[in-house]
């Protein structure tokens, strides 16, 4: 397993709100192409800016297009970039069937992001076209029924449709770690993540992901589609 490790001084915009805990155990999942691995780099410099000991990982999965991809991030929580059956406090899902994939990380202490518009695999969709009615994706609602079963605390939201309006689709995952920054429930403000966002990102696409991430900040304050 590939994992990351770093610490630095402290910065403005420590969330004062937020717990005090042993760690924060975070799961990133989702498929090749949209982000999960970019979503997981900047949580590990953010906090790592911040003075937080920061561990990452890729659980399983190739980081390719279409490929199942997982990762993890380990805020204050020791040295291993394991996260243990039941042990993740967050789960971020960009896609549906990713986010069920992640239920054996999960316990009912565990808060659900996820998003809700399927990226159908290429191997369904090749199926599909080669035999008739051979490609059939899981019907989104009942891998939300499935997430809920284990975990009540679970936020949904068409997050493609968020990076869409932002300008630009592939900020999906600015869209979802809009709304894990915007529960409050880690040591960094949403303000303050937001500014870190618009520092990292490439000029072409700064106000996009910007304007995605506040979405997301603004849906899981309004917990709208929860």
């Not at 068409?158 to 429930?185: K, Y």
């Not at 910007?210 to 709208?224: D, Q, T």
Request: net charge neutral.
């Amino acid at each position: 397993m590939e994992s990351n490790r770093g610490t630095a001084n402290p910065n403005p915009g420590i969330n004062a709100g937020a717990p005090k805990r042993r760690g924060w155990r975070i799961v990133i999942a989702g498929t090749g192409g949209q982000g999960v691995v970019t979503a997981a780099r900047l949580l590990c410099e953010c906090f790592a800016e911040r003075g937080h000991e920061v561990v990452s990982g890729q659980l399983h999965g190739m980081a390719q297009r279409g490929g199942a991809v997982q990762s993890s991030v380990i805020i204050d929580g020791g040295i291993s970039p394991i996260i243990s059956s039941g042990r993740a406090d967050f789960v971020v899902g960009l896609e549906p069937v990713e986010t069920v994939r992640a239920l054996p990380l999960m316990s009912s202490q565990t808060t659900v992001y996820m998003n809700t518009t399927p990226v159908i695999p290429f191997v369904l969709a090749q199926r599909a076209v080669r035999e008739e009615g051979g490609g059939e994706y899981p019907d989104v609602a009942e891998l939300v029924r499935c997430v809920r079963a284990v975990t009540d605390n679970l936020f949904s939201i068409d997050a493609a449709q968020r990076a869409a309006e932002a300008g630009v689709s592939a900020a999906l995952n600015m869209v979802l770690l809009g709304c894990l920054l915007g529960s409050a429930e880690l040591p960094c403000t949403a303000e303050a993540f937001s500014d870190f966002v618009a520092a990292r990102s490439p000029g072409a696409l700064r106000e996009a992901n910007v304007r995605a991430f506040r979405m997301g900040v603004k849906a899981v304050n309004g917990r709208g589609t929860r």
